[in-house]
């Protein structure tokens, strides 16, 4: 059952449960973009966000990755393991898009040979800039072996992803994965889903992901909801 909160982000509530293993993470329909600055409301984002989310956790499970997911309690509400998160942002990168073509010589659409991952340090204080194995080791966020396996699951989920998406009409440039430790174990916590992606529609090359909030390429309910509708269909039954 669900208590009381404790942690509001940016566009989900975790909120504690009677078992103090277990949380509850509520998806929301607020968005935000750049550190905060620009801030809206998406109807419906939340309940697809969490659907699509919650196939790609059941997707990756059946793959054999664990994940922090453990059931659907409401439409919107994910009971999750009650992980300790690792402050690493692992993007794993197919196509050049957003930071990395304004941060390096590297063009827009640029199609990477094999996928580049990049780690950014979780933290609004610092603006989330990029780490290195030696950096995140010497902070003591994480061992060598935790980056060497979190490095190896990533590149895997996105083989995974990239064919899954690209079989429902997508590509996937970039998406944003978070890992937990849940005993000793690492798995992958946060979530997967629009607001996290690139994703762009293979026939009209057009963004139906959360650049379209961060840009205004037109209407993100409408973006998400055809999403949802071929990742989660059953939804719409
Ligand atoms: O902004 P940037 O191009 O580095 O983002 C790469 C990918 O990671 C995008 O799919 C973006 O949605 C995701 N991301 C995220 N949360 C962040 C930073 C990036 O989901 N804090």
């Known amino acids: 059952m669900k208590r009381e909160e404790l942690y509001s982000g940016k566009a989900k509530t975790i909120y504690k449960t009677d078992d103090e ?5 509520q998806f929301r329909d607020s968005l935000t973009a750049f550190d905060g600055k620009k801030k809206s409301e998406a109807s419906k984002k939340g309940y697809y966000n969490a659907q699509i989310s919650r196939k790609l956790f059941e997707m990756l499970e059946e793959e054999g990755i664990k994940t922090h997911y453990i059931e659907m309690v409401s439409d919107t509400d994910m009971l999750v393991d009650a992980v300790e998160i690792v402050a690493i942002e692992v993007i794993p990168r197919n196509i050049a898009a957003g930071s990395i073509t304004r941060k390096y010589p590297i063009e827009e659409g640029t199609v ?23 950096i995140a ?24 992803l990239v064919k899954y998406l690209d079989e429902k009409g ?11 430790r849940k005993g000793g174990e690492i798995v992958v916590a946060d979530e997967i889903s629009c607001d996290t992606c690139r994703l762009w ?8 992901d959360k650049d379209i909030f961060r840009f205004d390429k037109g209407d ?3 973006a998400y909801e055809e999403v949802a509708r071929r990742i989660v269909p059953e939804i719409f039954e």
Not at 21 to 25: D, H, S, T, V, Y
Not at 174 to 179: A, G, N, S, V
């Open 201 to 208: 529609d293979k026939s009209t090359g057009q963004s139906m």
């Open 220 to 222: 993100l309910s409408k």
């Open 112 to 134: 990477f040979a094999k996928p580049v991952i990049v780690l950014d340090y979780k933290s609004d204080e610092y603006g989330d800039p990029m780490l290195n194995e030696d």
């Open 137 to 160: 080791v010497a902070m003591g966020i994480a061992t060598y072996e935790e980056i060497a396996q979190i490095r190896e699951m990533a590149l895997r989920i996105n083989d995974i």
């Open 21 to 25: 293993k277990k949380f509850i993470a």
């Open 170 to 180: 997508f590509l996937l440039p970039d998406f944003k994965l978070e890992f937990g």
